[in-house]
T-cell receptor, first 116, second 114 residues
Framework: EPEVTQTPSHQVTQMGQEVILRCVPI?????FYWYRQILGQKVEFLVS????????KSEIFDDQFSVERPDGSNFTLKIRSTKLEDSAMYFC??????????????FGPGTRLTVL | GNSVTQMEGPVTLSEEAFLTINCTYT??????LFWYVQYPGEGLQLLLK?????DKGSNKGFEATYRKETTSFHLEKGSVQVSDSAVYFC?????????????FGTGTRLTIIP
């Protein structure tokens, strides 16, 4: 069964450093998403991406964040200068269609980011 | 804005017990409702969904009914198994074309003991 993969599974970085989280969505999917979950809190939407551009972003997704689909398979989330409060589990997701009520989003296992 | 409130965990039950995990929501318009499950070391998996009032989603013995009058989507299972131990997330999506942004609850950790 096709699945979304994410690398690395755990990333430790120093405050102020740049990190890139990588995701390989399911191959025929067209919509891509990033979510995050700070320990003990809700899973929060960060950004959605379609047709090589951001379709929606949350207020969390400020200028320190960017997303890219550099080739036909990868989807990346970059945090330019990490802060302590960026420590969280980051989930990538993809869907075949974006319509509400569709088959749903498929999630990767997550990357745990720890900022020291 | 949209929000989802679900039952605080953790929840511990014996095998074959009846399970209910409560979920209520606040939304404008007519959201779709979902339950996702996360098994240890894995990503969130769609468990079931409902797209309109009175719809019942079901999968793997789990059920949830979209109740517009009480803005609820409670998850139930008649007889749980040890393999059902996981974290369960209630979620809703906006009916915005081309963007199925999900709003999640905090998750409820369920542990089933033999």
């Amino acid at each position: 069964e096709p699945e979304v993969t994410q690398t690395p599974s755990h990333q430790v970085t120093q405050m102020g450093q740049e990190v890139i989280l990588r995701c390989v969505p399911i191959s025929n999917h067209l919509y891509f998403y990033w979510y995050r979950q700070i320990l003990g809190q809700k899973v929060e939407f960060l950004v959605s991406f379609y047709n090589n551009e951001i379709s929606e972003k949350s207020e969390i997704f400020d200028d320190q964040f960017s997303v890219e689909r550099p080739d036909g398979s990868n989807f990346t989330l970059k945090i330019r200068s990490t802060k302590l409060e960026d420590s969280a589990m980051y989930f990538c997701a993809s869907s075949e269609e974006g319509l509400a009520g569709g088959p749903g989003q498929f999630f990767g296992p997550g990357t745990r980011l720890t900022v020291l | 804005g949209n929000s989802v409130t679900q039952m605080e965990g953790p929840v511990t039950l014996s095998e074959e017990a009846f399970l209910t995990i409560n979920c209520t929501y606040t939304a404008t318009g007519y959201p779709s409702l979902f339950w996702y499950v996360q098994y240890p070391g894995e990503g969130l998996q769609l468990l079931l969904k409902a797209t309109k009032a009175d719809d019942k989603g079901s999968n793997k013995g789990f059920e949830a009914t979209y109740r517009k009058e009480t803005t609820s989507f409670h998850l139930e299972k008649g007889s749980v198994q040890v393999s059902d131990s996981a974290v369960y997330f209630c979620a809703l999506s906006d009916r915005v074309f081309g963007n199925e942004k999900l709003t999640f609850g905090t998750g409820t950790r369920l542990t089933i003991i033999p």
